[in-house]
């Protein structure tokens, strides 16, 4: 069974400063392989995702991500937080055997400090 | 705004009750999912449909169950319910083909058990 690890649960950044959020899943074949954020109150929106091809992808307000399937890892990053991003990160993993169900990590929240 | 819709955003019941969260998919989109999201569970797939029909079950209790429409809203009901049924419940939606694993969610509906 597919499975996502986030094991960061709280990582607190200045404004301006870099990020890298953890991620890692179990999956015995290329997984399909998400980014969504949710802010306070609200629903998840998708950053970023990669299916296949470039292993760095681009996703919206600056985020990428890298797949690195010898280290079974997909970690996002962006070069400079801004106080907005202020907000809780789920990776998430599908199958690519026809079942779209999503398997989420348990989520890390992203404290910015001025 | 992802184009999904939920309704109500909130709703607060007694233990043993029964309510039914509604969910309209973006335009054009065949296919909804239901989430739930807990405190103790985290973010956890409970039903897919597509185009009306059942297409892949998660963790979903016996107590609750879901349809969707022809005209592709979805109906997510919950009975019997108890304290540990409270959560955040989350639909999304997705297209066709390659684009199916990728989701849209709602802003979901906060639902309370007293």
């Known amino acids: 069974a597919q499975s996502v690890t986030q094991p960061d649960i709280h990582i607190t950044v200045s404004e301006g400063a870099s990020l890298e959020l953890r991620c890692n899943y179990s999956y015995g074949a290329t997984p399909y392989l998400f980014w969504y954020v949710q802010s306070p109150g609200q629903g998840l929106q998708l950053l970023l995702k990669y299916f296949s091809g470039d292993t760095l992808v681009q996703g919206i307000k600056g985020f990428e991500a890298e797949f690195k399937r010898s280290q079974s890892s997909f970690n996002l990053r962006k070069p400079s937080v801004h106080w907005s991003d202020a907000a809780e990160y789920f990776c998430a993993v599908a199958s690519n055997f026809g079942n779209e169900k999503l398997t989420f990590g348990t989520g890390t929240r992203l404290t910015i400090i001025p | 705004d992802s184009g999904v819709t939920q309704t109500p955003k909130h709703l607060i019941t007694a233990t043993g009750q029964r309510v039914t969260l509604r969910c309209s998919p973006r335009s054009g989109d065949l296919s909804v999912y239901w989430y739930q999201q807990s405190l103790d569970q985290g973010l956890q797939f409970l039903i897919q449909?597509?185009?009306?029909?059942?297409?892949a079950k998660g963790n979903i209790l016996e107590r609750f169950s879901a349809q969707q429409f022809p005209d592709l809203h979805s109906e997510l009901n919950l009975s019997s319910l108890e304290l540990g049924d409270s959560a955040l419940y989350f639909c999304?939606?997705?297209?066709?083909?390659?684009?199916?694993?990728?989701?849209?969610f709602g802003p979901g509906t906060r639902l309370t058990v007293t």
């Open positions: 999304a939606s997705s297209a066709t083909g390659g684009l199916a694993y990728e989701q849209y």
């Open positions: 449909y597509y185009n009306g029909e059942e297409r």
